[in-house]
């Protein structure tokens, strides 16, 4: 407001009790007044008189009062009339005004020390003259209606309403400001103090009733002088300074003069200092500057300072706080909107707030994609509703619906009958609660009224106090304690329950399907329709203004008080019933109003009309998805997640935290919350077998009842597990649970109203634990009674069908309890009937009582043989009676018993025999040596048992009998080999001590015995017991001594000792350094295999298959060498040399040609002759032979051409006299008439790179690989019909392998017979081809060897 509207200088400011007025006056005499939004009411021209000196408004806001200087009247303006009119004092020098703060009275001080009452209804004037001798300086009303007024006289006074005098003090000093603090509204207020700005330095604080001490408040000198105080309530009191401090103080404390707040908030002093009660705020302004402080965490809030663009210098709050107006000291009046009316509703997770006066912003706090949706209004409302489809607000008894669509169009507008206190709406419907009434109708509107009601009914005298409306049902809360279901649909009320008191508020879930209500104890219930239950919310809070239910988890909700939020957990399913939990408190760190909560986010409106958001401290780490584990604390994560009853993302931290203990506690808090699945997860994750195969039983079950006991079973609470189970729909569970339990007494209880078919069974089993227990009479009296046929259950007789199974148990109890009581004739009679296994029982019991001759025949009748014959022996000495048992007993310790008790007879042939079956071999050989003469039969054992102590004795024996070879072997089985060896020097029979010695000698032993030989030149003997020594050296030396034929053995020696020296020695002998006569090669190519020297060895059968070959022509024999030296070299994983692949190779095509000729393949046979043929240097010794059968063979394959090639090579004078007789004149024939034409060699794909060369050819041009041939035909091998043989691994054309497997039996490669079922075709050779490239030394393994 201008301060052309003012003047220059101070203006006064006051605002209406309900903060939609302000007055403001100036310098100028003009009041103004405006409305909240800014709107001039009117403008009040003042003519007569001076200055104003202040301006008040009644406690109803009805009417405002303008004091002026040197006037003696009163100025009134009405608010509804907008007119002015005077009042007439009769006082002079009028100084302060005032209203009551309940009532209608006005009181005005003055310069003498007057009081003038007003009292505005009965327009009567009442003077009080000498109230005060001096100035009244000022006053303050408290909700007692009584007055408190200060003057200059240093006195304090405390009136009625009447201006009667209550009490009066005096001051130390003058009093400039008297304030009578009040605590709590309506009925519970109170006023019990006052406090007085004394001289500007102190504040007294004064007792109404007496009952505290006056306390006066003094500060230091730094802070300069006070300015202003206000309280807080009556707990706290804000002084501020002139040297710019502000300090709180709380007087009720225990430590009452202690400051809560100091700070220097100014520079150059404070001005002005306003509280306000409903936002918990103190404003303070000094210099340009407006600054707060919170009252809740007292702390100075610099994010809320405001600037003002001059010098401040009043301060005034409207009394909802919302608007604060700053005087300035050049005349302008600022007003700030300090916060917003916090106006909002919710549904859902959609909200709708004011988000300024006449603005209302719709906003769905989950899907962000989903945008706001703003409505301007007509005027500032002040209540609101939201629904699904439609957003409602208004203010006194006026409410607009808008549809909350893009446009946000006004839709109805409706009037009732009084103010409207709260709205509630669902999808179609508004539920409005006006006068302690409810009034349910369409929001579209009704003209008709046939869709509009009204509750109570008529006949009802109780006030509705809160409400809720769903798409289904209408829900209220009465006075006298009522909640009421109302079906919308039905036009029915299915539901009521009654409170013993009555209800204040109801805050049901979005579905209404669970209600918490706060009674008037503010005791909080949560109601369930569905079963009409109540459970008494724990820990439930004082002061309760709202509870939210979280939208992402239905069963969480908050309490919210002024300073605290709440979470509880209500838990629908446990095994203990319906329940609710206290999880946890978070502070309220500021005033914003919350409005709505999902998964713990609490969503706020502020002051200022805009939204915040702060987490519950009880989901601090759960807000992100279900999925995701915090990393930084999963402990934290995983108990916010296990108290919130969210088990999956407990179970997602357990897993973090690869804890097993928190997995068990995952487990057991799922049982206790019924759910199977979630338990049956953590049993499987932690491995508890038993449990899971328990849990999966009961994921079918649908009986909570059965589904909680038998959780309750689990967990080790019978007795609840009992109450559960008899209350389900299986009780018969309960007993057979104590059955399990061996809880027989139960049990029995149980059966009786159960299942009294069941009582033999569970005396039965009773019966078995008191036997185990030693109660051996109560057992005989269960067994009896489980005998029983006929059981007496709740008065009535019922016939038991008992199993022969069930009798025969029963009767073996008894006679074990007859037993154990000592009745052992008639135990022994019941054990004989009842079969063998009670017979070994009874025998038992017996064996322990020492009734060993009962106990005996027990065990013969249980055919228990080894313990019968046990106590014939050891116990009552009767060998007769053992005797026959003796056959049908294994035990060796019961045959040595019987033996020696024969052997002290002298039945020594028996007692042996006895020996023998207890294995006491020893014993055996003594008793044959001694006293059976059987010196054959000790000898058999001791070679077959090795004893040394039996070995010592046969060694011993044989020496006294001169037979020292007897006596040399079994002293040897003995371990005696020393005396052994003297034993054979002795009588030189050392060829017999080297026999039994065999390979178990030691070094010293053997080099004995080599010396034993060589002394007597038996070099081939030395040598093998100095090999056998180790000492390579001496037998290598003594073997080439005995000459060729110890070679062999020479060559073991050398391939033992791996020696070098020892190498070349033989070397050199066999090259025939030694004698000029070299030797065979074969011992060569024996030296290099016994050394490990493959690839020498496979050169050197190269030269022995040629060998063979050329001088020999022993083909066969070349082909097995080298076969042999092939299959050495792979098992060795060495490559084989190229040289000796490609031998093996011509001599097994050249083996080929009789098999496959004979099977009638020419063409093959031919191909193979061509390839000798082509190498025909290589065959020597057939030369003539190998050419002739080429050519007949090309003949008989169509090869013409080729046959005259070789025809021709035979005539030649070298060759033509050496064809045999009966071919000369066929090859003649064919050189005279030739026939040069022939077919081209057929051609076959490579298998490695598939490029076709004649079949023949084994080196493919195309990827230079050695194509492998086929062991049948001698022919490439193809991918496609590829086979090897199960013997020797050499790769075959399938079907011709297949095909000389059946003529010929066996393998042309191993000559080994083999099963034609055991040839298997190879779809994809690539192993094997990969195998046949790493088989073959390769040009440069060939040089570096």
Not at 16 to 21: F, L, T
Not at 274 to 294: H, L, N, P, S, Y
Not at 319 to 328: E, I
């Given at each position: 407001?201008?301060a052309k509207q003012h003047g220059a200088g101070t203006v006064a400011i006051a605002w209406q009790a309900d903060g939609n007025y302000v007055a403001t006056a100036g310098a100028n005499r003009q009041v103004h007044i405006y409305d909240r939004y800014g709107q001039v009411v009117d403008d009040i021209g003042i003519t007569a008189g001076g200055a104003i000196l202040g301006m008040d408004w009644d406690s109803e806001g009805e009417t405002l009062v303008i004091m002026q200087q040197n006037?003696?009247?009163?100025?009134?303006?009405?608010?509804?009339?907008?007119?002015?009119?005077?009042?007439?004092?009769?006082?002079?020098?009028?100084?302060?005004?005032?209203?009551?703060?309940?009532?209608?009275?006005?009181?005005?001080?003055?310069?003498?020390?007057?009081?003038?009452?007003?009292?505005?209804?009965?327009?009567?004037?009442?003077?009080?003259?000498?109230?005060?001798?001096?100035?009244?300086?000022?006053?303050?009303?408290?909700?007692?209606?009584?007055?408190?007024?200060?003057?200059?006289?240093?006195?304090?006074?405390?009136?009625?309403?009447?201006?009667?005098?209550?009490?009066?003090?005096?001051?130390?000093?003058?009093?400039?400001?008297?304030?009578?603090?009040?605590?709590?509204?309506?009925?519970?207020?109170?006023?019990?103090?006052?406090?007085?700005?004394?001289?500007?330095?102190?504040?007294?604080?004064?007792?109404?009733?007496?009952?505290?001490?006056?306390?006066?408040?003094?500060?230091?000198?730094?802070?300069?002088?006070?300015?202003?105080?206000?309280?807080?309530?009556?707990?706290?009191?804000?002084?501020?300074?002139?040297?710019?401090?502000?300090?709180?103080?709380?007087?009720?404390?225990?430590?009452?003069?202690?400051?809560?707040?100091?700070?220097?908030?100014?520079?150059?002093?404070?001005?002005?200092?306003?509280?306000?009660?409903?936002?918990?705020?103190?404003?303070?302004?000094?210099?340009?500057?407006?600054?707060?402080?919170?009252?809740?965490?007292?702390?100075?809030?610099?994010?809320?300072?405001?600037?003002?663009?001059?010098?401040?210098?009043?301060?005034?709050?409207?009394?909802?706080?919302?608007?604060?107006?700053?005087?300035?000291?050049?005349?302008?009046?600022?007003?700030?909107?300090?916060?917003?009316?916090?106006?909002?509703?919710?549904?859902?997770?959609?909200?709708?707030?004011?988000?300024?006066?006449?603005?209302?912003?719709?906003?769905?706090?989950?899907?962000?994609?989903?945008?706001?949706?703003?409505?301007?209004?007509?005027?500032?409302?002040?209540?609101?509703?939201?629904?699904?489809?439609?957003?409602?607000?208004?203010?006194?008894?006026?409410?607009?619906?808008?549809?909350?669509?893009?446009?946000?169009?006004?839709?109805?507008?409706?009037?009732?009958?009084?103010?409207?206190?709260?709205?509630?709406?669902?999808?179609?419907?508004?539920?409005?609660?006006?006068?302690?009434?409810?009034?349910?109708?369409?929001?579209?509107?009704?003209?008709?009224?046939?869709?509009?009601?009204?509750?109570?009914?008529?006949?009802?005298?109780?006030?509705?106090?809160?409400?809720?409306?769903?798409?289904?049902?209408?829900?209220?809360?009465?006075?006298?304690?009522?909640?009421?279901?109302?079906?919308?649909?039905?036009?029915?009320?299915?539901?009521?329950?009654?409170?013993?008191?009555?209800?204040?508020?109801?805050?049901?879930?979005?579905?209404?399907?669970?209600?918490?209500?706060?009674?008037?104890?503010?005791?909080?219930?949560?109601?369930?329709?569905?079963?009409?239950?109540?459970?008494?919310?724990?820990?439930?809070?004082?002061?309760?203004?709202?509870?939210?239910?979280?939208?992402?988890?239905?069963?969480?909700?908050?309490?919210?008080?002024?300073?605290?939020?709440?979470?509880?957990?209500?838990?629908?399913?446990?095994?203990?019933?319906?329940?609710?939990?206290?999880?946890?408190?978070?502070?309220?760190?500021?005033q914003d109003a919350p409005i709505l909560l999902y998964n713990g986010v609490v969503s706020c409106q502020t002051p200022g009309g805009s939204v915040s958001a702060f987490t519950l401290t009880t989901h601090t780490l759960l807000t992100a998805p279900t999925d995701k584990v915090v990393k930084s604390d999963p402990p934290k994560q995983f108990r916010q997640a296990l108290e919130l009853r969210r088990l999956e993302e407990a179970v997602q931290c357990a897993l973090a935290m690869d804890?097993?203990?928190?997995?068990?506690?995952?487990?057991?808090?799922?049982?206790?919350?019924?759910?199977?699945?979630?338990?049956?997860?953590?049993?499987?994750?932690?491995?508890?077998?038993?449990?899971?195969?328990?849990?999966?039983?009961?994921?079918?079950?649908?009986?909570?009842?059965?589904?909680?006991?038998?959780?309750?079973?689990?967990?080790?609470?019978?007795?609840?597990?009992?109450?559960?189970?008899?209350?389900?729909?299986?009780?018969?569970?309960?007993?057979?649970?104590?059955?399990?339990?061996?809880?027989?007494?139960?049990?029995?209880?149980?059966?009786?109203?159960?299942?009294?078919?069941?009582?033999?069974?569970?005396?039965?089993?009773?019966?078995?634990?008191?036997?185990?227990?030693?109660?051996?009479?109560?057992?005989?009296?269960?067994?009896?009674?489980?005998?029983?046929?006929?059981?007496?259950?709740?008065?009535?007789?019922?016939?038991?069908?008992?199993?022969?199974?069930?009798?025969?148990?029963?009767?073996?109890?008894?006679?074990?309890?007859?037993?154990?009581?000592?009745?052992?004739?008639?135990?022994?009679?019941?054990?004989?009937?009842?079969?063998?296994?009670?017979?070994?029982?009874?025998?038992?019991?017996?064996?322990?009582?020492?009734?060993?001759?009962?106990?005996?025949?027990?065990?013969?009748?249980?055919?228990?043989?080894?313990?019968?014959?046990?106590?014939?022996?050891?116990?009552?000495?009767?060998?007769?009676?053992?005797?026959?048992?003796?056959?049908?007993?294994?035990?060796?310790?019961?045959?040595?018993?019987?033996?020696?008790?024969?052997?002290?007879?002298?039945?020594?042939?028996?007692?042996?025999?006895?020996?023998?079956?207890?294995?006491?071999?020893?014993?055996?050989?003594?008793?044959?040596?001694?006293?059976?003469?059987?010196?054959?039969?000790?000898?058999?054992?001791?070679?077959?048992?090795?004893?040394?102590?039996?070995?010592?004795?046969?060694?011993?024996?044989?020496?006294?009998?001169?037979?020292?070879?007897?006596?040399?072997?079994?002293?040897?089985?003995?371990?005696?080999?020393?005396?052994?060896?003297?034993?054979?020097?002795?009588?030189?029979?050392?060829?017999?001590?080297?026999?039994?010695?065999?390979?178990?000698?030691?070094?010293?032993?053997?080099?004995?015995?080599?010396?034993?030989?060589?002394?007597?030149?038996?070099?081939?003997?030395?040598?093998?017991?100095?090999?056998?020594?180790?000492?390579?050296?001496?037998?290598?030396?003594?073997?080439?001594?005995?000459?060729?034929?110890?070679?062999?053995?020479?060559?073991?020696?050398?391939?033992?000792?791996?020696?070098?020296?020892?190498?070349?020695?033989?070397?050199?002998?066999?090259?025939?350094?030694?004698?000029?006569?070299?030797?065979?090669?074969?011992?060569?190519?024996?030296?290099?295999?016994?050394?490990?020297?493959?690839?020498?060895?496979?050169?050197?059968?190269?030269?022995?298959?040629?060998?063979?070959?050329?001088?020999?022509?022993?083909?066969?024999?070349?082909?097995?060498?080298?076969?042999?030296?092939?299959?050495?070299?792979?098992?060795?994983?060495?490559?084989?040399?190229?040289?000796?692949?490609?031998?093996?190779?011509?001599?097994?095509?050249?083996?080929?040609?009789?098999?496959?000729?004979?099977?009638?393949?020419?063409?093959?046979?031919?191909?193979?002759?061509?390839?000798?043929?082509?190498?025909?240097?290589?065959?020597?010794?057939?030369?003539?032979?190998?050419?002739?059968?080429?050519?007949?063979?090309?003949?008989?394959?169509?090869?013409?051409?080729?046959?005259?090639?070789?025809?021709?090579?035979?005539?030649?004078?070298?060759?033509?006299?050496?064809?045999?007789?009966?071919?000369?004149?066929?090859?003649?024939?064919?050189?005279?008439?030739?026939?040069?034409?022939?077919?081209?060699?057929p051609v076959t794909p490579c298998p490695y790179c598939s490029f076709k060369s004649p079949c023949t050819t084994l080196d493919c041009v195309q990827c230079k690989n050695r194509v492998p041939y086929c062991i049948a035909t001698g022919l490439r091998m193809v991918a496609n019909d590829w086979t090897f043989c199960p013997s020797c691994r050499f790769p075959a054309h399938h079907s011709k392998f297949k095909a000389l497997i059946d003529s010929e039996k066996t393998c042309p490669m191993?000559?080994?017979?083999?099963?034609?079922?055991?040839?298997?075709?190879?779809?994809?050779?690539?192993?094997?081809?990969?195998?046949?490239?790493?088989?073959?030394?390769?040009?440069?393994?060939?040089?570096?060897?």
């Amino acid at each position: 407001i201008n301060a052309k509207q003012h003047g220059a200088g101070t203006v006064a400011i006051a605002w209406q009790a309900d903060g939609n007025y302000v007055a403001t006056a100036g310098a100028n005499r003009q009041v103004h007044i405006y409305d909240r939004y800014g709107q001039v009411v009117d403008d009040i021209g003042i003519t007569a008189g001076g200055a104003i000196l202040g301006m008040d408004w009644d406690s109803e806001g009805e009417t405002l009062v303008i004091m002026q200087q040197n006037n003696s009247a009163l100025i009134f303006w009405d608010a509804v009339s907008k007119k002015t009119h005077n009042v007439e004092t009769n006082m002079r020098d009028l100084t302060w005004i005032k209203w009551s703060a309940v009532g209608p009275e006005l009181a005005v001080g003055t310069g003498k020390g007057n009081l003038v009452l007003y009292n505005k209804r009965t327009t009567r004037i009442t003077p009080l003259l000498g109230k005060h001798t001096k100035k009244i300086t000022g006053g303050w009303w408290n909700t007692l209606n009584q007055l408190a007024l200060v003057s200059e006289d240093k006195t304090v006074s405390l009136n009625e309403a009447t201006g009667d005098l209550i009490k009066q003090e005096a001051l130390k000093g003058i009093a400039s400001e008297v304030l009578l603090p009040q605590a709590g509204t309506g009925r519970g207020a109170r006023s019990e103090l006052m406090s007085l700005l004394v001289s500007n330095k102190n504040v007294l604080i004064l007792h109404l009733g007496g009952a505290m001490a006056p306390m006066e408040l003094a500060f230091i000198p730094k802070y300069g002088d006070i300015v202003a105080h206000r309280w807080i309530s009556d707990e706290f009191v804000i002084v501020a300074f002139a040297g710019g401090f502000v300090t709180v103080v709380a007087p009720r404390s225990k430590n009452a003069g202690e400051e809560v707040f100091a700070a220097q908030m100014f520079r150059t002093g404070v001005t002005d200092l306003q509280v306000c009660e409903a936002m918990r705020r103190v404003a303070v302004c000094g210099d340009r500057t407006i600054k707060f402080i919170d009252c809740i965490t007292w702390r100075e809030l610099p994010e809320d300072s405001i600037t003002v663009p001059s010098t401040c210098e009043k301060l005034r709050w409207t009394p909802d706080g919302n608007v604060l107006s700053c005087g300035t000291t050049d005349g302008n009046v600022f007003n700030y909107l300090t916060r917003m009316p916090v106006l909002n509703a919710a549904s859902g997770t959609t909200m709708a707030y004011l988000s300024s006066l006449r603005e209302v912003v719709v906003k769905d706090v989950v899907d962000e994609g989903r945008r706001n949706l703003s409505i301007h209004i007509k005027m500032e409302p002040s209540f609101m509703g939201l629904g699904r489809h439609h957003v409602a607000m208004g203010m006194n008894n006026l409410c607009w619906f808008y549809a909350c669509d893009n446009q946000g169009q006004q839709i109805n507008e409706m009037h009732y009958m009084a103010t409207v206190e709260s709205i509630s709406m669902s999808s179609t419907m508004a539920a409005v609660r006006y006068d302690g009434r409810l009034q349910l109708h369409m929001i579209t509107g009704d003209p008709d009224g046939t869709r509009t009601k009204t509750f109570p009914e008529e006949s009802e005298d109780a006030r509705i106090t809160s409400h809720h409306v769903t798409d289904q049902f209408l829900m209220y809360s009465t006075s006298r304690g009522s909640l009421i279901y109302y079906s919308i649909e039905d036009d029915a009320v299915p539901n009521e329950y009654r409170h013993e008191i009555g209800i204040s508020h109801i805050f049901p879930n979005t579905a209404g399907t669970r209600v918490v209500f706060v009674d008037e104890s503010l005791r909080g219930l949560l109601y369930n329709p569905v079963d009409i239950s109540t459970l008494e919310i724990p820990e439930f809070p004082k002061g309760v203004t709202a509870i939210l239910w979280d939208m992402y988890d239905r069963n969480t909700f908050v309490a919210v008080t002024l300073t605290e939020f709440h979470t509880y957990v209500y838990v629908p399913v446990s095994m203990k019933g319906a329940d609710v939990a206290h999880i946890g408190v978070t502070d309220r760190i500021n005033q914003d109003a919350p409005i709505l909560l999902y998964n713990g986010v609490v969503s706020c409106q502020t002051p200022g009309g805009s939204v915040s958001a702060f987490t519950l401290t009880t989901h601090t780490l759960l807000t992100a998805p279900t999925d995701k584990v915090v990393k930084s604390d999963p402990p934290k994560q995983f108990r916010q997640a296990l108290e919130l009853r969210r088990l999956e993302e407990a179970v997602q931290c357990a897993l973090a935290m690869d804890d097993e203990k928190v997995l068990q506690e995952v487990k057991n808090a799922a049982m206790e919350l019924l759910d199977v699945q979630a338990a049956l997860r953590a049993a499987v994750l932690t491995r508890d077998v038993g449990m899971v195969l328990a849990l999966e039983k009961l994921q079918a079950c649908e009986d909570r009842n059965l589904l909680g006991g038998s959780i309750a079973m689990f967990l080790g609470n019978y007795s609840l597990a009992q109450d559960l189970l008899l209350s389900s729909s299986r009780p018969v569970t309960a007993l057979e649970m104590r059955s399990d339990l061996m809880q027989w007494e139960p049990a029995m209880r149980l059966a009786e109203t159960l299942d009294p078919k069941r009582i033999p069974r569970i005396c039965l089993q009773y019966a078995d634990q008191l036997q185990a227990l030693s109660e051996y009479e109560s057992a005989l009296e269960r067994y009896q009674q489980a005998m029983q046929g006929t059981v007496v259950a709740g008065g009535k007789s019922v016939s038991v069908l008992l199993s022969e199974e069930h009798m025969a148990l029963c009767r073996a109890g008894t006679a074990r309890m007859h037993i154990k009581l000592g009745n052992t004739t008639k135990g022994f009679q019941i054990a004989v009937e009842c079969g063998e296994a009670v017979c070994v029982e009874c025998a038992t019991i017996m064996e322990g009582m020492k009734q060993y001759q009962d106990a005996a025949l027990l065990y013969e009748k249980g055919k228990n043989f080894e313990k019968a014959a046990n106590l014939y022996i050891t116990k009552l000495k009767d060998f007769k009676a053992a005797t026959p048992l003796l056959a049908k007993v294994s035990t060796p310790k019961l045959h040595i018993k019987f033996a020696e008790a024969k052997l002290k007879q002298g039945q020594y042939r028996e007692a042996a025999d006895s020996f023998e079956r207890g294995k006491d071999l020893d014993s055996v050989v003594k008793i044959c040596l001694e006293n059976l003469q059987a010196p054959q039969r000790a000898y058999g054992i001791v070679r077959k048992s090795r004893s040394t102590d039996g070995a010592a004795m046969i060694a011993k024996y044989c020496q006294g009998q001169s037979d020292f070879r007897t006596a040399i072997e079994f002293l040897i089985i003995a371990k005696d080999n020393a005396k052994a060896a003297e034993v054979a020097r002795d009588h030189d029979l050392m060829d017999s001590f080297a026999l039994f010695l065999g390979k178990d000698g030691t070094s010293a032993e053997y080099v004995s015995i080599a010396q034993y030989y060589e002394n007597k030149q038996q070099w081939d003997r030395a040598g093998d017991f100095y090999e056998k020594a180790g000492q390579y050296q001496k037998a290598l030396k003594l073997f080439l001594q005995v000459g060729d034929r110890a070679l062999d053995r020479a060559i073991d020696v050398v391939g033992q000792a791996r020696n070098e020296v020892l190498t070349h020695t033989l070397v050199d002998y066999l090259m025939g350094e030694h004698d000029r006569v070299p030797k065979d090669p074969n011992y060569i190519f024996r030296l290099y295999i016994a050394l490990g020297n493959y690839r020498q060895a496979a050169r050197t059968a190269v030269l022995i298959a040629r060998q063979e070959m050329q001088e020999l022509g022993n083909y066969k024999v070349a082909h097995k060498m080298l076969f042999d030296m092939f299959k050495d070299l792979d098992s060795q994983s060495i490559p084989v040399p190229r040289e000796l692949e490609e031998t093996l190779m011509l001599l097994h095509s050249y083996v080929l040609v009789k098999v496959l000729v004979k099977m009638g393949d020419h063409e093959a046979g031919a191909r193979m002759l061509i390839r000798a043929a082509k190498n025909i240097s290589k065959f020597p010794t057939h030369v003539v032979p190998i050419l002739t059968s080429t050519v007949i063979e090309c003949q008989r394959a169509g090869l013409k051409k080729t046959s005259f090639e070789y025809a021709s090579m035979l005539m030649r004078p070298e060759y033509r006299s050496q064809i045999a007789e009966a071919y000369k004149k066929k090859i003649e024939s064919i050189v005279r008439k030739p026939t040069k034409q022939e077919e081209e060699e057929p051609v076959t794909p490579c298998p490695y790179c598939s490029f076709k060369s004649p079949c023949t050819t084994l080196d493919c041009v195309q990827c230079k690989n050695r194509v492998p041939y086929c062991i049948a035909t001698g022919l490439r091998m193809v991918a496609n019909d590829w086979t090897f043989c199960p013997s020797c691994r050499f790769p075959a054309h399938h079907s011709k392998f297949k095909a000389l497997i059946d003529s010929e039996k066996t393998c042309p490669m191993c000559e080994q017979e083999i099963v034609p079922s055991s040839i298997v075709k190879v779809d994809n050779p690539e192993e094997f081809l990969n195998r046949a490239a790493k088989q073959l030394e390769t040009e440069e393994q060939a040089k570096e060897t």
